[in-house]
């Protein structure tokens, strides 16, 4: 059974515009996807109706078996969304955040203490269980987003951009937190800015722009169906004329600074071989973007 199949689902606005034209998705059981698209294609949306908080114009979503029309709280009780913007009671306890909202899924108090203690423990707030939420760093306010939306254990998990504007080092102890979920069985669907967040975490991946989904597959395959990596390289010293590598596209920056473009399986012993025959040296290489940021920047420009 899939955690989460759409039909032919449409959107249109009030105003007359079509934000989603007729989508088809599947997200397998337990599975890590990414969904992502450029501002305005359509995301909100479609995670507003999976969350119940759009009403759709056509097509069918059913969640873990539930469709959402026909068994709408049990469908429902399936999910736990993580909004965009932080939107829990900022003067309540870390622990009451998470705890009260049990109570919106009617589970009996004592069940609900465990379960808050287990999400915030898993979110690793418990220490911070007493303080009062507004205090919280804004990695740690992000944390308590996912415990809350965890409560009630569902089975699907919507993080829409989770980790939005958080530092690196945080935003890498949050992937574990939620490697960790997704490991102990929770289905993730992950909308994100950063790619290599969605590249290192997902198993499967859709594209979606102007309202339909113009890729779907595994990471995997959409990783390997790039055909040309792209490089920055330092110098040791300034150029005096841009070398030429048969084989390699190679473009002067700056003086000291070179973009190659490298065809995949290439690799890049030649590269700097023909570099050193013209008296180059590296100091050193970086990849001008991730992967699948480049990929995405071909797919939706
Ligand atoms: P994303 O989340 O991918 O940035 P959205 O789902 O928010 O995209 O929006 C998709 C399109 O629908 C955008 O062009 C947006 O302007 C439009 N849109 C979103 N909400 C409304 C609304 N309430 N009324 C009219 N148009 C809307």
């Not at 995301?43 to 539930?66: A, D, E, F, N, Q």
């Not at 379960?115 to 992000?142: V, Y």
């Not at 800015?193 to 113009?214: T, V």
């Amino acid at each position: 059974m899939n955690a989460l199949s759409i039909k032919q689902l449409k959107k249109t606005y009030n105003n007359g515009f079509e934000a989603l034209k007729g989508v088809d998705l599947e997200v397998k059981n337990g599975d890590f996807f990414a969904l992502l698209g450029p501002n305005g294609a359509g995301k909100s949306t479609l995670i507003g109706i999976i969350s119940s908080l759009v009403t759709k114009s056509s097509g069918k979503v059913t969640i873990c078996g539930h469709d959402l029309d026909k068994n709408t709280a049990q469908a429902k009780n399936c999910i736990g969304l993580v909004p965009q913007e932080v939107n829990f009671n900022q003067f309540e306890t870390v622990k009451n955040v998470v705890f009260y909202q049990a109570g919106f899924y009617g589970i009996p108090k004592q069940q609900a203490l465990q379960r808050t203690e287990h999400c915030l423990r898993q979110m690793d707030l418990w220490e911070k269980r007493n303080s009062i939420s507004r205090r919280l760093s804004g990695g740690m306010k992000r944390r308590l987003m996912i415990a809350r939306a965890m409560v009630h254990a569902p089975r699907l998990l919507i993080l829409d951009e989770p980790t939005a504007g958080v530092d690196i080092e945080i935003r890498r102890t949050m992937w574990q937190m939620m490697q960790e979920v997704n490991r102990q069985g929770t289905t993730i669907i992950l909308t994100t800015h950063y790619l290599e967040e969605a590249e290192s975490l997902c198993r499967n991946i859709a594209i979606i722009d102007d309202g339909r989904i113009i890729r779907a597959s595994a990471m995997d395959t959409l990783l390997s169906s790039i055909h040309t990596e792209h490089f920055l390289l330092d110098l040791a010293r300034p150029l005096t004329s841009v070398p030429l590598v048969d084989g390699y596209q190679i473009e002067q920056v700056s003086s000291r600074t070179l973009h190659v473009a490298v065809p995949k399986n290439q690799g890049l012993n030649q590269l700097f071989a023909g570099l050193s025959a013209q008296g180059v040296t590296v100091s050193s290489l970086k990849n001008k973007s991730n992967r699948l940021e480049q990929l995405f920047i071909d797919l939706v420009q």
